[in-house]
């Protein structure tokens, strides 16, 4: 890991730099012009906000990529919120880094920008926080290298020449597509569209995807009959495949729930226990860690007591810290009362409650559009293919293999709306 030193505040400004006159923009300045030199302010240029605004060195080459060289001095404002994409000055288990945050769902992931820098995740029992967004407009490298860099982005963002009659060809219907490697044809991407054309088409957003195309080999597409049939595909081929572009890592066998057992919510798995099937759980979670963070993040948003929620081990008779510093509403001293307690949390968790899968057994979801008829066959939220007819789709009704939090996720309303058209199996 990149090694920084500890971020200091700016100095009181301001920081006064001689102008020149924005008119001389080549040539030599006019003796004319010589007495009407401007003064800036760097400090109101660069900084937004001065108070929360810190710099620090970087050590290390793991931002190289995109110009934070070793020994780069960085600003890192602590008063932006930080999003999806920005630069952020990270501490991970009590070290500095800067990287770039990536976040996807509930995912966090800080990306390095060197090749030889694996991108952090964060794993079960580390502690991750963002310190401060890496202030964008102070270009830490040399201008001759900022330009060459301008340069080779604008000559990346362009479809490669052999993908473009794929595109040219590709459908404006619903769908998945394959972008292929060159080694052994597999799948470096898997997406899907209600329109596939114009997707590809836009498939030239981020550096990320520039690359991405550089090393396609070919473009590949299975038409759907509508959007269920194209989420449901995409979902299933990304498990099977693994393409490497696909950051989701959907892994289903540390699936987690919540349930409440004697009023006290517990950590259960999908290994255990069918998620299809039985009533009152809360939330679907990728891991024990994440359940009790999203239960932990109720009871500060509900000020409900870590005591009674098993989070925290209450000494007897004694109250907890948050009420102290009023995030806990005081069920611990005697503030309200355990049920009115018990009450909140039932009806906080109401609105994570997993549906039970409503049939007694396999169903079909018909989708159509101009050119193709498809029944999705579904049991027990699990997705188990398409066929075009009811007799082929009565062939597909094998009992599903554990839980799928995929289809769970995509078919829960269309089924429960019965916003589709289904047919019993
Ligand atoms: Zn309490």
New binding site residues.
């Given amino acids: 890991m990149q090694a920084l030193h500890i971020p200091q505040p700016l100095p009181r400004g301001p920081w006064w730099l001689q102008a020149l006159p924005a008119s001389i923009a080549a040539g030599f300045p006019s003796p004319a012009e010589d007495h009407q030199v401007e003064r800036i302010d760097l400090m109101q240029q660069l900084v937004k906000h001065p108070q929360a605004t810190f710099y620090i060195r970087v050590r290390g080459e793991s931002m190289r990529d995109v110009g934070i060289l070793d020994g780069s001095v960085v600003l890192v404002d602590r008063a932006i919120a930080p999003a999806d994409g920005q630069i952020v000055l990270a501490v991970v288990d009590g070290d500095f880094t800067c990287k770039t945050l990536r976040l996807q769902g509930e995912r966090m992931r800080l990306q390095a920008a060197h090749p030889d820098y694996p991108d952090i995740v964060p794993k079960d029992g580390q502690s991750v926080e963002i310190w401060g967004v890496v202030e964008p407009d102070m270009p830490p490298e040399p201008a001759s290298r900022r330009r060459r860099e301008d340069f080779e982005e604008s000559r990346v963002y362009e479809y490669p020449q052999h993908l473009r009659t794929a595109i040219e060809d590709a459908p404006t219907g619903p769908g998945v597509y394959i972008f292929h490697g060159q080694e052994g044809d597999l799948p470096l991407y898997i997406g899907k569209s209600i329109n596939i054309r114009a997707r590809l088409l836009s498939h030239l957003r981020t550096p990320d995807e520039a690359r991405m195309l550089r090393q396609t080999q070919r473009i590949s597409h299975i038409r759907t009959a509508g959007e269920i049939g194209a989420l449901l595909l995409e979902a299933q081929m990304i498990k099977a495949q693994h393409p490497l572009f696909n950051q989701k890592l959907r892994r289903n066998k540390q699936l987690c729930s919540l349930r409440l057992s004697g009023g006290v919510p517990e950590v259960v798995h999908s290994k255990d226990i069918d998620f299809a099937t039985q009533a009152d759980l809360y939330g679907l979670f990728a891991s024990r860690h994440a359940a009790l963070d999203s239960l932990r993040s109720l009871a500060d948003q509900h000020k409900l007591?870590?005591?009674p929620l098993g989070l925290e081990k209450l000494p007897p008779g004694k109250?907890?810290f948050?009420?102290a510093i009023r995030q806990?509403a005081?069920?611990?001293r005697g503030d309200e009362t355990p049920q009115a307690h018990q009450q909140r949390l039932f009806s906080s968790l109401l609105a994570l409650r997993v549906e039970c899968w409503p049939y007694g057994g396999a169903v079909g979801l018909v989708e159509r559009d101009a050119e193709l008829t498809q029944i999705h066959v579904v049991n027990h939220w699990c997705y188990l293919g398409s066929a075009t007819t009811a007799e082929q789709a009565r062939q597909l009704t094998t009992v599903a293999a554990g839980f799928d939090a995929d289809g769970y996720k995509i078919l829960c309303r269309p089924v429960l709306t019965q916003s589709v058209e289904i047919l019993v199996l």
Wanted: hydrophobic residues 25%; proline residues 0%; positive net charge.
């Fill in positions: 007591c870590y005591g109250a907890c948050r009420a806990c005081g069920v611990c």
